[in-house]
Each structure stands twice: as structure tokens, then as C-alpha cells.
């Protein structure tokens, strides 16, 4: 079935620092893919997403590209802020109907002052 | 602005009673979804429903019930509330065929069972 593996967290960094967070995914067909962030004690926000080969989402500085040759949807930005703090969750959604998306674990990140 | 509610923020109820989650969306979307988000576990899928009076099982359904009687509200029900029921519960919503839209999500629901 469908899967989608985030690198481990939690992420720690200082403020302006650069952010990568891995996102590699597994799917039979041909899936849209997105990035959520949770703030702390919120429920979940689409922060960007691409849904075919080579588009880059972009969305608050956030980027990510769809490499289909590598299945990946690698989350950048290029300096943090300490309001960047939260979990990301990649995703995929593979299906028109029903129940049609597989999340990541999340990462949790934490940019100090 | 679209949105997914939840009735409550935080919630405390005791062990054995029934306890109902709310969950309402202003957006005509015919799916919706019912999460429960733990440390370390990730979000977890409960039930799921895409249209009224329908209903399908996540990957999570025990001890829990849900009830679809209007399409633009989705309730979750705790039959008889358990410790290890405590737990952070998301409401989400979608429209079937659309996939690239994505999931919207309500705020969340801290509910603690004592």
C-alpha cells in the first residue's frame, strides 16, 4: 500500500538557520502530495502541496518539488523564525474517493532564539 | 473562510460515560474524516464517512461510533469512555474527486478521560 517516511525528529535549530526536512513516499499510482503544519495546541494546516512531477509548492517562505525519479517531497526553507516552531506532516492523497490520504509521522520542529 | 469546527477545545469526562464529539463544516464537502493524533503514533484514522448515513471504518474503530445524519455535520461517540482513550481527536473534511484540494482540519479536541 500507499506509505510516506519523514526523517525523524525532533529538529532543533537556531533562528535564520536553513530547514530541510526529508519526505519520501510510496504509492501504486500517481499521488498529489502535500505539506501540513500544526501549531501547538492546533489541529492541522495545508502549508503547500504539487500535484504532478517537477511543480514546487511554495507557501510563508516553505518550498518543497515533486521528484517522481526520486519519490521524494523535501520540505526547505531558507531561514527560520522561532514562529516556524511546530510538527510538519507530509502527505499523499492517491485516490478520487473515500478515504484518500496517507500522512507521515510528522517532525517536530523547534527554532531557538 | 472555510471552516472545519469542533464544538470543544478541551474536554474531561470520567471513565464509562458517553461522551459525543462534535464536528461541523460550512463547505458542502461530502467527505469527512474522525483522527486521533498521540505522541509518537501520528494521526491515526478513526472513521470515515462521504455522504450522509454513510459510514466506514479506519484503522481505529474500537470503541468508538460515529453518526453522519446531516452532510455538513459528523459526530464521534465514546459508547463508554476509557482511560486510554485520552487523546487529541481531529475533524477533517474533503471533496471526493478532488484530490489534489487536500484535507481541511478543525482545531482539534483535547479530550482527557479521568
Known amino acids: 500500500g500507499d506509505s510516506v517516511t519523514q526523517m525523524e525528529g525532533p529538529v532543533t535549530l537556531s533562528e535564520e538557520a536553513f530547514l530541510t526536512i526529508n519526505c519520501t513516499y510510496t504509492?501504486?499510482?500517481?499521488?498529489?502530495l502535500f505539506w501540513y503544519v500544526q501549531y501547538p495546541g492546533e489541529g492541522l494546516q495545508l502549508l503547500l502541496k504539487?500535484?504532478?512531477?517537477?511543480d514546487k509548492g511554495s507557501n510563508k517562505g516553505f518550498e518543497a518539488t515533486y521528484r517522481k525519479e526520486t519519490t521524494s517531497f523535501h520540505l526547505e526553507k531558507g531561514s527560520v523564525q522561532v514562529s516556524d516552531s511546530a510538527v510538519y506532516f507530509c502527505?499523499?492523497?492517491?485516490?478520487?474517493?473515500?478515504?484518500?490520504?496517507?500522512f507521515g509521522p510528522g517532525t517536530r520542529l523547534s527554532v531557538l532564539p | 473562510d472555510v471552516k472545519v469546527t469542533q464544538s470543544s477545545r478541551y474536554l474531561v469526562k470520567r471513565t464509562g460515560e458517553k461522551v459525543f464529539l462534535e464536528c461541523v463544516q460550512d463547505?458542502?464537502?461530502?467527505?469527512m474524516f474522525w483522527y486521533r493524533q498521540d505522541p509518537g503514533l501520528g494521526l491515526r484514522l478513526i472513521y470515515f464517512?462521504?455522504?450522509?448515513?454513510?459510514?466506514e471504518k479506519g484503522d481505529i474503530p474500537e470503541g468508538y461510533s460515529v453518526s453522519r445524519e446531516k452532510k455538513e455535520r459528523f459526530s464521534l461517540i465514546l459508547e463508554s469512555a476509557s482511560t486510554n482513550q485520552t487523546s487529541m481527536y481531529l475533524c477533517?473534511?474533503?471533496?471526493?474527486?478532488?484530490?489534489?484540494?487536500?484535507?481541511?482540519f478543525g482545531s482539534g479536541t483535547r479530550l482527557t478521560v479521568v
Open positions: 464517512s462521504y455522504d450522509v448515513k454513510m459510514k
Open positions: 504539487a500535484t504532478k512531477a517537477d
Open positions: 477533517a473534511s474533503s471533496i471526493p474527486f478532488h484530490r489534489d484540494h487536500g484535507y481541511t
Open positions: 502527505a499523499l492523497s492517491d485516490q478520487d474517493y473515500g478515504q484518500n490520504f496517507v
Open positions: 504509492a501504486t499510482g500517481y499521488p498529489s
Open positions: 463547505m458542502d464537502h461530502e467527505n
